[in-house]
């Protein structure tokens, strides 16, 4: 009994990751947010620095098994006349969107399962979302969110908001 309560007890340790301080950031900064510069910035200096990565690790309680499971968040730090902003955004993928209309996680990714027993897996095995959360970069005049199994996710790239699913001009197959 006492092997089996150690087993069980390892199943629900938190992952190792987690002890590095990998928490889940939920707050959007939605309108740009000046920064407080110390000294000062060449007037000459202007420019957008985008950034991603994985965000959300707890989906409505449910923590996901791998940092790279995470929905992606997209950060901006606009430079311009000696002033710099800061602006975030959740990347609005088509699962993060269910999940939150039902308040619960629906999708498995890299390394967490999809939810449900080894049967509800087994029927629905192909529930993985894709977090937009490897990398964010301009192409074709385009800001895009990228993850390396799915199509990107275009990104207004003033306001962040999310546009949808790229395609990249019919190049790429819906799965």
Same mark, same amino acid.
């Given at each position: 009994?006492?092997?089996?309560?150690?087993?069980?007890?390892?199943?629900? =340790? =938190?992952?190792?990751?987690?002890?590095?301080?990998?928490?889940?950031?939920?707050?959007?900064?939605?309108?740009?947010?000046?920064?407080? /510069?110390?000294?000062?910035?060449?007037?000459?200096?202007?420019? /957008?620095?985008?950034?991603?990565?994985?965000?959300?690790?707890?989906?409505?309680?449910?923590?996901?098994?791998?940092?790279?499971?995470?929905?992606?968040?997209?950060?901006?730090?606009?430079?311009?006349?000696?002033?710099?902003?800061?602006?975030?955004?959740?990347?609005?993928?088509?699962?993060?969107?269910?999940?939150?209309?039902?308040?619960?996680?629906?999708?498995?990714?890299?390394?967490?399962?999809?939810?449900?027993?080894?049967?509800?897996?087994?029927?629905?095995?192909?529930?993985?979302?894709?977090?937009?959360?490897?990398?964010?970069?301009?192409?074709?005049?385009?800001?895009? =969110?990228?993850?390396?199994?799915?199509?990107?996710?275009?990104?207004?790239?003033?306001?962040?908001?999310?546009?949808?699913?790229?395609?990249?001009?019919?190049?790429?197959?819906?799965?």
């Amino acid at each position: 009994a006492s092997a089996l309560a150690a087993k069980a007890a390892k199943r629900s =340790a =938190a992952p190792p990751w987690e002890e590095l301080g990998f928490r889940s950031l939920e707050t959007e900064i939605a309108e740009a947010r000046a920064l407080e /510069v110390r000294g000062a910035m060449p007037k000459e200096l202007s420019g /957008v620095l985008y950034r991603i990565g994985p965000a959300r690790h707890d989906v409505y309680g449910d923590r996901l098994r791998s940092w790279f499971d995470g929905d992606g968040m997209v950060h901006a730090l606009a430079i311009e006349g000696g002033r710099v902003t800061y602006r975030n955004r959740f990347v609005a993928t088509l699962g993060k969107l269910a999940e939150d209309r039902v308040s619960k996680r629906l999708y498995g990714a890299f390394d967490t399962s999809a939810p449900g027993g080894p049967v509800a897996r087994f029927l629905h095995r192909n529930l993985r979302k894709n977090p937009a959360n490897t990398s964010v970069v301009f192409h074709a005049g385009k800001l895009l =969110a990228l993850c390396e199994a799915r199509r990107p996710y275009r990104l207004d790239p003033e306001t962040l908001e999310t546009i949808g699913e790229d395609d990249m001009s019919g190049a790429l197959a819906p799965d």
